[in-house]
């Protein structure tokens, strides 16, 4: 079978493999639906990136996004991989910290950070905390001053330049709720107030222009526009090496898209900034870039056990699988597509095109609208491919439904990385108040 993604292989009995590893065996042993990490392909896909800054002659630092999938295990796999770690909230720092992840290389993002966030990650230690709007920098410079401490920050801009990508992952545009705006003068004054808090230590900017981007077309404006603001707004009294953070966005094969190579990426955002810097007389800046999808997305594959189906002559079938919306909610949230196979059958040819529909109480639960599978039965397994990005971490317990189990899986060897959830895991946080604790029916 052509076109697997990497790592993935047909075994001899014709069962799906993955890292070395047999689908039907997994599914047997774990239950379904079953979420699976390749952690050759996560290390490959860290590395990949850290080689391809190295033409830059400046320093380069890649940070991984972890609200892509973040566990314990996947900090603890980014931390010996020498990356940095995006983190946008005190669980995500939690993660890091309970697997010793250098606190140094935490990234913290977010546009509304709590009081109590960032008095955690001022504690913790934080390497850089991304400033996104003036609240915050009263609120850091108040916190700071009280614990008589300084902080590094960059400031996040919205650049205003649109990227083509889902509404809904764009955040570079004029009409976003991240970072200071860039033509109305906002960004400068909050690199100029930064500067004036005394407490913040403000080394350069950041942007994030959008997610699952398929062309580099848009990074040398975005580009341009944080050169022409840090020359303009420093003038002069730039730290260096000054720091400039491109966010993430390198999209992912899913389907049928061909998405430029995280090296085009790499090279695109290089030549921008040395010819940039160049043309204006600044110093080189140490670049930083932080991908998600595209270091852990095809890293990932879902499984799911197919149960019962509608068929109607004339309509599209509706084969359901175990899972759905609640552990995938990309298809009805994002109109986003997937690859899906029969994991037990991998050399049986595709007779229909059917839709792949989940267990969950809702029209909008499917999983594949157009899935060329060959006629499926009850018990067969279905794998979805790249769904190592955005499917688990933004999963939920719509229905009452135990979250999936996540195995790690590398050699030929299989770590549970997430336990499934239980019933009882989906009532350890309820209380039933007492007056409700007896069921009466009154006359
Ligand atoms: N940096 C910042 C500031 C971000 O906001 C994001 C993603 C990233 C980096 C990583 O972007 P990536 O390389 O993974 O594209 N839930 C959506 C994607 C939301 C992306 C949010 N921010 C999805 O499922 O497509």
């Known amino acids: 079978m052509d076109g697997l993604p990497?790592?993935?292989?047909v075994g001899s009995s014709g069962h799906l493999c993955v890292a070395g590893c047999d689908v039907v065996d997994l599914a047997e042993r774990y239950g379904t639906p079953l979420y699976l990490l390749n952690e050759g392909v996560f290390r490959q896909n860290c590395s990949?990136?850290?080689s391809a800054f190295l033409q830059y002659p400046g320093e380069a630092r890649v940070a991984y996004a972890g609200k892509a999938l973040l566990t314990q295990a996947v900090a603890a796999m980014v931390g010996q991989e020498g990356l940095y770690l995006d983190v946008v909230s005190a669980g995500e720092i939690f993660a890091a910290e309970r697997v010793s992840f250098p606190s140094e290389r935490l990234v913290f993002h977010g546009n509304n950070k709590s009081q109590e966030e960032i008095a955690y990650a001022l504690r913790v230690g934080v390497g850089c905390l991304v400033v996104d709007n003036f609240?915050?920098?009263?609120l850091l410079t108040d916190t700071l001053r009280a614990l008589?401490?300084?902080?590094r920050v960059l400031v996040r801009v919205a650049p205003g330049i649109e990227a083509h990508t889902h509404d809904y992952i764009q955040t570079g545009g004029l009409e976003t709720k991240f970072g200071f705006d860039f033509d109305s003068g906002q960004a400068g004054e909050a690199v100029r107030q930064c500067v004036a808090s005394g407490v913040l230590d403000v080394v350069g900017l950041h942007a994030h222009i959008g997610s699952q981007l398929l062309e580099t077309r848009a990074l040398p404006p975005l580009v341009e526009r944080m050169l022409d603001l840090v020359r303009d707004v420093w003038s002069g009294a730039l730290p260096v090496p000054w720091e400039l953070n491109l966010g993430g966005g390198p999209g992912i094969r899913y389907r049928?898209?061909?998405p430029p190579p995280p090296e085009q990426f790499a090279r695109t955002i290089t030549a921008a900034v040395v010819e940039g810097c160049h043309r204006r007389g600044?110093?080189?800046?140490?670049?930083?870039?932080?991908?998600?999808?595209?270091?852990v997305g095809q890293a990932g594959v879902a499984v799911y056990r197919v149960?019962?189906?509608?068929?109607?002559?004339?309509?599209?079938?509706?084969?359901?699988?175990?899972?759905?919306?609640g552990d995938n909610i990309r298809p009805a949230?994002?109109?986003?597509?997937?690859?899906?196979?029969?994991?037990?059958?991998?050399y049986d040819e595709a007779t229909e095109t059917v839709r792949v529909v989940g267990r969950y109480c809702e029209s909008g639960d499917f999983l594949v609208q157009d899935a060329e599978l060959p006629e499926v039965r009850a018990g067969d397994l279905l794998a979805l491919f790249s769904t190592g990005a955005y499917q688990y971490p933004m999963a939920s317990n719509y229905n009452r439904v135990p979250r999936p189990c996540f195995l790690l899986l590398g050699e030929g060897r299989a770590h549970v990385m997430v336990e499934r959830e239980s019933l009882e895991d989906l009532c350890r946080l309820e209380h039933v108040p007492p007056h409700l604790r007896r069921l009466r029916v009154e006359a």
């Open 282 to 295: 600044l110093p080189l800046p140490t670049i930083w870039v932080e991908p998600g999808r595209s270091i």
């Open 333 to 346: 949230l994002y109109g986003a597509e997937y690859r899906a196979v029969v994991a037990n059958r991998m």
């Open 148 to 151: 008589g401490v300084r902080q």
């Open 135 to 138: 609240d915050e920098i009263a």
């Open 307 to 325: 149960g019962s189906q509608k068929r109607v002559p004339g309509l599209r079938p509706f084969v359901a699988v175990d899972g759905g919306m």
């Open 48 to 50: 990949r990136y850290r």
């Open 6 to 9: 990497e790592g993935v292989t």
């Open 256 to 258: 049928s898209e061909d």
